[in-house]
């Protein structure tokens, strides 16, 4: 069992930047795969990035590409992610997920467990 809990979310302006934490609690945080996703008001859920078990690979949505920047460290049980040139659109509640699979996969389903979401607004 993993808990899965953010932070770091607020209020920006277009342009600026914000970093996103996402604590996990337990011993075997190094045994999942990470992701962070986001889900807008009337969409669905969508994939934003992830990175390996180690932290050597990782992977994004096109739509955040360049922008965003996901990392992690093992020994304080974490994962962030750094958003810079945030752009109106990218208003949403984003959440961390686990996975314990090795494959990569953008399908949210994929994933074992999920935090509660912290929201950011990007406003013009």
């Known amino acids: 069992q993993v808990q899965l809990v953010e932070s770091g979310g607020g209020l920006v302006q277009a342009g600026g930047s914000l970093r996103l934490s996402c604590a996990a609690s337990?011993?075997?945080?190094?045994?999942?795969?990470m992701g962070w996703f986001r889900q807008a008001p009337g969409k669905e859920r969508e994939f934003a990035a992830r990175?390996?078990?180690?932290?050597?690979?990782?992977y994004y949505a096109d739509s955040v590409k360049g922008r965003f920047i996901i990392s992690r460290d093992n020994a304080k049980n974490t994962v962030y992610l750094e958003m810079n040139s945030l752009k109106p659109e990218d208003t949403a509640v984003y959440y961390c997920?686990?996975?314990?699979?090795?494959?990569?996969?953008?399908?949210?389903?994929?994933?074992?467990?999920w935090g509660q979401g912290t929201q950011v607004t990007v406003s013009s």
């Open positions: 997920a686990a996975d314990r699979r090795q494959i990569t996969t953008t399908d949210p389903k994929k994933y074992d467990y």
């Open positions: 990175i390996s078990r180690s932290g050597g690979g990782t």
């Open positions: 337990g011993r075997t945080f190094s045994s999942y795969a």
